[in-house]
């Protein structure tokens, strides 16, 4: 029988414990040579927790971790346990023998320093090579992770590149020193559709050339599906599952596993509930344009966000707008809301000219275009309690009466997002992502708009949160006949809303018919690429 090899990481009943509670739970695991585990859960689940107290990286005060995780022996180098390892020696294996790629490159890469010296770093603290052989490095890593002109991005800076191209930085960073195990914690949560399949396929191909092993944490089933050999399910600090891939997703065994698997969004898995025909017009769109002055190193000049859009949206429907970042959407969502303005178009609202009457400040108008934005905690004041937050637009448009009349009205707006009253004395930092989505959509309801501007409303929440979220949007838009502009990147979200999809690109439209007919039949390429890029219902073998 051959013996089993080595793993690169081996990690037995990890514990981590911060004051009297205990955030990591008896968690054991393992990844070998060229292998990818993944680790899967919601937020508070310890995933990150996990990853960070089993490599060393865990630095909060008064954390005490227990158990071991062994990194194994490789060439001269003797196995680790990284668990109360030196300072010293944690340096000399992040960045080196270890790689980390985390959620967001805006803040992990130095708007500081260019590409190659945040590269050549890596290289210099860790590998005894001259300046030259750092800089030719550089560039090789840039062309491994497919970064366009790689020669001249060298001397580029963070700010310059796109939310991909900062990601695919990150991972040049992670492997300049041939590592023998790639953390990636929720790399491409935050990325389009098209760009996540190609940090997937990038870290594959990667992986397959230097046999690296990869442990790759997210909250969603779906990115894993297409990327692990092996899931840890978590939750709540505990491994309730662990089994090879396709087990999980054909035979789940724990409970927790199987609502993971029903929350996501599969295409065609759900379909909004019809509109009849005859609904009135009640957006209408026609000619709109808009550009920005910028500055860039060479000068000013100007970015042509939205180009000659035209769309209409019909009274009680939704209009899924969907595209790339960069595509154009939330400037639609911006001009629709007076915060910024065309250089042409018009905008009627149930035959109101919506721009027009902007001009001459109407309040009234503001009252009938609602907007819930992405990020609900960047999006609520942290100081004010959340009967505040809901009661301000009342209080501002002398609705709901007297205090007590807006305090009444509150109550029926937390209610109607399924929240307990007593949430109105809370503060955000006291809810969960979920429930300050909620608080969000009270506070837009509040005035009772016309239209609600959905603005990637659930791509930060959880799976199962998302889940939740949709219901509620879709129980609200029944019972109270809303319209909705719901704007996102991803497609099965965008078919689960929508009776109507605009998909953007270059601030251009390039697709735009009746959700039935474009899922069934989309005719643009850039449509079938954006739903070629879907995580499927099962993972591809």
Request: aromatic share 4%; with cysteine; net charge neutral.
């Amino acid at each position: 029988m051959t013996p089993s090899p080595e793993p690169v990481l081996d990690v037995a009943d990890l514990k981590v414990r911060i004051g009297r509670r205990e955030i990591v739970r008896g968690v054991s695991l393992r990844v070998e040579r060229e292998q990818t585990l993944g680790i899967v859960g919601e937020s508070g689940s310890g995933k990150s927790m996990t990853v960070l107290a089993a490599t060393g990286l865990l630095d909060t005060p008064a954390a005490v971790v227990t158990g071991t995780s062994t990194l194994g022996a490789r060439d001269d180098a003797t196995a680790i346990d990284l668990v109360g390892a030196s300072a010293r020696t944690l340096r000399t294996l992040h960045g080196g023998r270890i790689g980390f790629v985390f959620q967001d490159p805006g803040t992990s890469l130095n708007p500081m320093l260019t590409l190659e010296r945040q590269i050549t770093e890596s290289l210099e603290a860790h590998r005894r090579v001259t300046r030259r052989e750092a800089t030719a490095r550089a560039l090789e890593l840039l062309e491994a992770v497919g970064l366009p002109d790689p020669q001249s991005r060298l001397r580029s800076y963070p700010h310059q590149l796109s939310g991909g191209q900062r990601q695919r930085v990150m991972i040049a960073i992670a492997l300049a020193c041939d590592p023998e195990l790639l953390v990636a914690d929720e790399p491409t949560t935050s990325l389009d559709v098209t760009t996540q399949a190609q940090i997937i396929e990038l870290v594959r191909a990667l992986q397959r050339d230097f046999g690296t092993a990869v442990i790759w944490v997210s909250h969603d089933l779906g990115v894993i599906g297409q990327v692990a050999d092996d899931v840890t399910v978590l939750r709540n600090g505990e491994a309730v599952e662990q089994a090879p891939i396709l087990d999980v997703f054909d035979r789940p065994r724990d409970q927790y596993t199987r609502d993971l698997l029903s929350a996501r969004p599969v295409i065609g898995a759900h379909r909004p509930a019809p509109v009849p025909d005859d609904a009135p017009v009640l957006l209408d769109v026609e000619g709109l344009d808009v550009r920005f002055p910028v500055t860039t190193p060479t000068g000013r000049t100007t970015v042509h966000a939205v180009r000659d859009l035209s769309f209409q949206i019909r009274r009680g429907s939704t209009l899924g707008l969907v595209g790339e970042s960069g595509s154009g959407k939330s400037t639609v969502a911006a001009a629709l809301t007076g915060q910024v303005t065309p250089e042409a178009g018009t905008v009627r609202l149930d035959g109101v000219d919506v721009l027009a009457r902007r001009r001459r400040a109407d309040k009234a108008l503001r009252r009938r275009i609602g907007l819930v934005f992405q990020d609900p905690f960047s999006s609520l004041d942290p100081r004010a309690p959340v009967g505040s937050a809901i009661g301000e637009p009342l209080r501002v448009h002398r609705l709901a009466g007297d205090r007590a009349g807006r305090k009444a009205r509150t109550a029926e707006l937390l209610d109607l997002v399924g929240l307990p009253t007593s949430f109105a004395s809370r503060y955000p930092h006291e809810l969960s992502g979920g429930q300050r989505q909620r608080v969000s959509i009270a506070r837009a309801l509040a005035l009772e708009p016309d239209l609600l501007i959905l603005d990637e409303s659930t791509a930060s929440l959880d799976v199962s949160v998302q889940a939740r979220v949709l219901e509620l949007l879709a129980e609200l838009q029944r019972d109270l006949t809303l319209t909705y502009l719901f704007i996102g990147h991803d497609l099965a979200v965008i078919q689960r809303m929508s009776h109507d999809v605009l998909v953007m690109r270059d601030g251009r439209a390039v697709e735009q018919r009746p959700a039935s007919d474009l899922f069934a039949a989309p005719e643009d390429d850039y449509t079938r690429a954006l739903l070629a890029a879907v995580p499927p219902a099962r993972p591809r073998v």
